[in-house]
């Protein structure tokens, strides 16, 4: 039996690119069978791992209950990031520590796996969710960004973050999401003097396949550029916005699609020009969060897309493009570079809007390469779920655990 934290993921309809990682792999880790790893243990196939959370309103750590469990499974959309807790449950929360009753133990568990950027309070819980486990605790890590960009991360994020990555130093085996985050965590260790940090890996992220279209595309008598994820200030849509304009008014004829959920610090600024554009008469179509049924039909209706983000820790829109068959320029720097290495990416040593601007319309004007860019992405074999499940059980279950170390 493995354990899995989904403390906030259980609690929030939100689907960044962490939450949907964090589904993502419950799912393949739920499909497993007893066979799948030595780390099984003899458990009930159906019960290969457990989704449990840190319950702050009954102070201890639980199995996920059933209508926490649907929202791992709900494919819906959400408003914002960040997580709610039904007064159900809270009023339920909090009567059993008033009361003194005991939680329903946790199945014995011979490995646990934390996908989530964790919180100080879930941090806090983690040697009580430790000591339910006698087998391997690793953490999935996404990225330094709140170091490398602080400018463009929210105040909060910045400040909590240096903690956030000694606690990490708790688990006996990290795996990053891509070479790049990879290094940045260890050279952030190795920075701070800390003696024998766990293991630290590059494995990067599984995709979902493509679906196939099941409603009818919509059609439009231009190209669609489409650009999915969230908008905030790093992912540098004011940069993309620009560079729209300036081939509109070059004379280039095309409908620019967002799709995402806007940050509320950081995105505010970029919304607000989209909406200007599009009230001057600009054809730009804001979706906000979809659900994968109306994300499938985007990428199907777009001609090509566009990643203008400065950095990323894996970057799950380009691979999804380039699943469909459907290029992509982004950044080659960084994750993002990772990414591009095996075809179908336009991908650009910078990302300013007039970088921006010509590579858009290169490929507007350019049927033929856009065609082989196309060609290049639909021969590349991508990573399933399942396959990085395997991948993650496999390296966890050479892990032994470890003391600590914090200095």
Request: aromatic share 8%.
């Amino acid at each position: 039996m493995i354990l899995v934290d989904l403390s906030h993921t259980s609690h929030t309809r939100a689907r960044t690119g962490v939450q949907r990682v964090c589904r993502r792999l419950y799912r393949a880790l739920s499909a497993k069978g007893e066979t799948s790893s030595t780390l099984a243990g003899g458990s009930d196939p159906n019960r290969f791992c457990e989704p449990v959370t840190w319950d702050p309103y009954a102070r201890t750590w639980r199995a996920l209950e059933a209508p926490e469990r649907r929202l791992l499974d709900e494919e819906g959309t959400a408003k914002a990031r960040g997580a709610r807790w039904p007064w159900r449950v809270r009023l339920q929360g909090r009567v059993t520590r008033w009361l003194n009753r005991p939680a329903t133990p946790l199945p014995a568990a011979d490995g646990l796996i934390v996908p989530e950027i964790f919180s100080p309070a879930v941090a806090s819980a983690l040697p009580a969710l430790f000591a339910k486990n006698r087998g391997p605790r690793i953490a999935l890590f996404h990225d330094a960004i709140a170091l490398k960009l602080p400018e463009l991360t929210p105040a909060k994020t910045v400040a909590r973050f240096p903690g956030y990555l000694r606690e990490l130093l708790q688990f006996d085996g990290v795996a990053a999401v891509s070479e790049d985050s990879r290094t940045a965590l260890i050279d952030w260790w190795r920075w701070l003097g800390i003696q024998q940090p766990p293991e630290v890996i590059a494995l990067p992220l599984g995709i979902d396949p493509p679906a196939k279209d099941t409603v009818l595309a919509r059609t439009s008598s231009v190209p669609i550029l489409l650009s999915v994820g969230s908008l905030e200030g790093r992912k540098n849509h004011l940069a993309l916005l620009e560079a729209c304009e300036t081939l509109w008014q070059q004379g280039h004829a095309f409908e620019l699609r967002l799709i995402g959920l806007v940050h509320p610090q950081t995105g505010r600024t970029a919304l607000d020009c989209a909406n200007r554009l599009q009230a001057s008469g600009r054809p730009i179509r804001y979706d906000g969060a979809v659900d994968d049924r109306s994300l499938n039909s985007a990428y199907h209706e777009c001609a090509f897309t566009v990643y203008p983000s400065l950095m990323e820790g894996f970057g799950l829109p380009v691979l999804e493009s380039l699943s469909y068959g459907k290029p992509c320029i982004c950044s080659a720097r960084g994750a993002l570079g990772e990414s591009t290495r095996g075809g179908g990416c336009l991908a650009l040593p910078a990302v300013d809007a007039s970088s921006l601007a010509s590579a858009i319309g290169w490929l507007l004007t350019k049927p033929d390469h856009r065609a082989q860019l196309a060609f290049a992405a639909r021969a590349r074999v991508n990573k399933t779920w399942s396959t990085y499940a395997d991948e993650l059980l496999a390296w966890m279950n050479t892990l032994k655990k470890r003391l600590p170390t914090t200095r």
